[in-house]
């Protein structure tokens, strides 16, 4: 198994960006704990887990996926369309030039979301939508070279992987209301929101949240190996558990 990046919440969490949750007081410590049981799980899954390095002015930082898309042995900084974001790059640049990775970036006026990237084999599937525009996807291709980059557009959801994520076969998985179905592969459809969110871990085992019991019950029906982890208070900041970190295998 490979290297997991993550940051640790920082002391502002409870005032990141709301968009399509309601807002509600988050409970900083509960998610500090959480974030502790989310790194063990990777670790307990054979993920060497780096930290990136706090940037405590920057409330959605924890949220580390959306600053650093790595594929092969380059990485890409994102430029996140919420403006306020931006400023969780250089942390995020140095870790991965700790990691030996070659440093690319997203420029004006291109914006782009890691949580708006999904690789599948050789296609890229990228959501068009608030975080990522026309320009970040058709900057993000070039980059990419080879790879198949197909843009989704994606509605009523912060991001492509809030509505549809891979599972280790490839075959998608999640809420087909949210994506423009038309350009994907057909995909196996969930109930709950949270069941739309999966990490990766290893051949036959998944990540998922604790809010998504009947998908992961559903999944392991099918043979799956499926550790779950409650991460309330970053779901309360339209958060998943995709986006607490950056998996370079
Ligand atoms: C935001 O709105 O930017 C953060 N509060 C949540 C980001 C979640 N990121 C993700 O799903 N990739």
Same mark, same amino acid.
């Given at each position: 198994?490979?290297?997991?990046?993550?940051?640790?919440?920082? /002391?502002?969490? !409870?005032?990141?960006?709301?968009?399509?949750?309601?807002?509600?007081?988050?409970?900083?410590?509960?998610?500090?704990?959480?974030?502790?049981?989310?790194?063990?799980?990777?670790? *307990?899954?054979?993920?060497?887990?780096? #930290?990136?390095?706090?940037?405590?002015?920057?409330?959605?930082?924890?949220?580390?996926?959306?600053?650093?898309?790595? $594929?092969?042995?380059?990485?890409?900084?994102?430029? *996140?369309?919420?403006?306020?974001?931006?400023?969780?790059? /250089?942390?995020?640049?140095?870790?991965?030039?700790?990691?030996?990775?070659?440093?690319?970036?997203?420029?004006?006026?291109?914006?782009?979301?890691?949580?708006?990237?999904?690789?599948?084999?050789?296609?890229?599937?990228?959501?068009?939508?608030?975080?990522?525009?026309?320009?970040?996807? $058709?900057?993000?291709?070039?980059?990419?070279?080879?790879?198949?980059?197909?843009?989704?557009?994606?509605?009523? $959801?912060?991001?492509?992987?809030?509505?549809?994520?891979?599972?280790?076969?490839?075959?998608?998985?999640?809420?087909?209301?949210?994506?423009?179905?038309?350009?994907?592969?057909?995909?196996?459809?969930?109930?709950?929101?949270?069941?739309?969110?999966?990490?990766?871990?290893?051949?036959?085992?998944?990540?998922?949240?604790? *809010? !998504?019991?009947?998908?992961?019950? #559903?999944? !392991?029906?099918?043979?799956?190996?499926?550790? #779950?982890?409650?991460? *309330?208070?970053?779901?309360?900041?339209?958060? $998943?558990?995709?986006?607490? #970190?950056?998996?370079?295998?």
């Amino acid at each position: 198994m490979g290297r997991a990046l993550v940051r640790a919440p920082g /002391p502002r969490l !409870a005032e990141g960006l709301v968009t399509h949750a309601d807002r509600r007081p988050v409970d900083v410590a509960l998610a500090a704990r959480q974030h502790a049981a989310y790194t063990a799980a990777l670790r *307990s899954a054979g993920w060497r887990v780096s #930290s990136v390095a706090a940037a405590d002015d920057q409330p959605d930082a924890v949220f580390i996926e959306d600053a650093l898309i790595v $594929c092969g042995d380059l990485a890409v900084l994102g430029r *996140s369309g919420a403006e306020v974001r931006r400023g969780e790059l /250089p942390g995020a640049e140095r870790a991965a030039r700790d990691l030996g990775l070659r440093i690319e970036r997203i420029e004006a006026p291109g914006t782009l979301d890691g949580g708006d990237v999904l690789a599948v084999g050789d296609t890229v599937y990228v959501g068009r939508g608030d975080r990522t525009n026309e320009e970040g996807i $058709c900057q993000l291709a070039r980059l990419l070279g080879g790879r198949r980059v197909v843009p989704v557009d994606v509605r009523g $959801c912060l991001h492509l992987k809030s509505a549809m994520t891979a599972l280790p076969d490839g075959g998608l998985i999640g809420l087909p209301e949210h994506v423009d179905t038309s350009v994907l592969p057909c995909m196996r459809v969930v109930r709950e929101p949270a069941g739309a969110h999966v990490v990766v871990l290893g051949p036959d085992h998944v990540l998922m949240a604790a *809010s !998504a019991p009947r998908t992961a019950a #559903s999944l !392991a029906a099918d043979g799956l190996r499926v550790t #779950s982890v409650d991460i *309330s208070e970053f779901e309360a900041l339209d958060g $998943c558990v995709t986006c607490l #970190s950056v998996l370079v295998p």
